[in-house]
């Protein structure tokens, strides 16, 4: 069936450096996510992006944050600065509409900020 | 902020056998998602339900957003059912995201 790709699965991270962590969602969705999950903690929401714009985002999603995903590519969460705080699992997930479709989830990547 | 409690945290289950796992929200959700995490990290969408109950296979769920709870029934559990299994609530305004319980590490033995 289709997949939401998250490639790397583990990124590592000098502190203060920027990464960018890139998701290959489902080709016809139209809706976007970001999840961070914290070790030991629940999965929260970041963002949701449709359109091209932030429709949504969480008091996670700081301002050193960004979003995009340019010509229809990969839905990318840019992070620039990093903290050590930032180290968690990123899922990313997309679905085609809202409201009556559960969005698809990827496997993870797990950011770790040294 | 809106939270999820989900129950028991861990379940043994011998091969068979069944056990129910719950969530209870803290303020009326729109609708639930139920997932289990496989041993890749993979989250596998169960059940997505804005009301009543569904079934599939030895998997049923029911969501209840007047009592503010949904539960997952698993019955003649197999030894390919173990995993960690977290619900997941979507609020009314469905634009902020799911809000997703700790998770129920359900291991089943022979």
């Known amino acids: 069936g289709p997949k939401v790709l998250q490639i790397p699965s583990h990124q590592i991270i000098d502190m203060g450096q920027m990464v960018t962590l890139n998701c290959d969602p489902v080709s016809n969705h139209l809706y976007f996510y970001w999840y961070k999950q914290i070790l030991g903690q629940q999965m929260e929401f970041l963002v949701n992006?449709?359109?091209?714009?932030?429709?949504?985002k969480s008091k996670l999603f700081k301002d050193q944050f960004s979003v995009e995903r340019p010509d229809g590519s990969y839905f990318t969460l840019k992070i620039q600065p990093t903290a050590l705080e930032d180290s968690a699992v990123y899922f990313c997930?997309?679905?085609?509409?809202?409201?009556?479709?559960?969005?698809?989830f990827g496997e993870g990547t797990r950011l770790s900020v040294l | 902020g809106d939270q999820v409690e989900q129950s028991p945290s861990a379940l043994s289950l011998h091969e068979g056998t069944g056990s129910a796992l719950r969530c209870n929200f803290t303020?009326?959700?729109?609708?639930v998602q139920w997932f289990r995490k496989n041993s890749r990290g993979s989250l596998i969408n169960l059940f997505y339900?804005?009301?009543g109950t569904k079934e599939n296979g030895r998997l049923k769920s029911a969501f209840d957003s007047k009592e503010r709870y949904s539960t997952l029934h698993i019955r003649d559990a197999q030894l390919e059912d173990s995993g960690t299994y977290f619900c997941a609530a979507e609020a009314h305004n469905y634009a902020q995201g799911l809000t997703f319980g700790l998770g129920t590490r359900v291991s089943v033995f022979p």
């Open positions: 339900l804005a009301s």
């Open positions: 997930a997309s679905s085609l509409n809202q409201g009556d479709q559960a969005p698809l």
């Open positions: 303020t009326t959700m729109r609708a």
């Open positions: 992006f449709y359109n091209g714009k932030v429709m949504e």
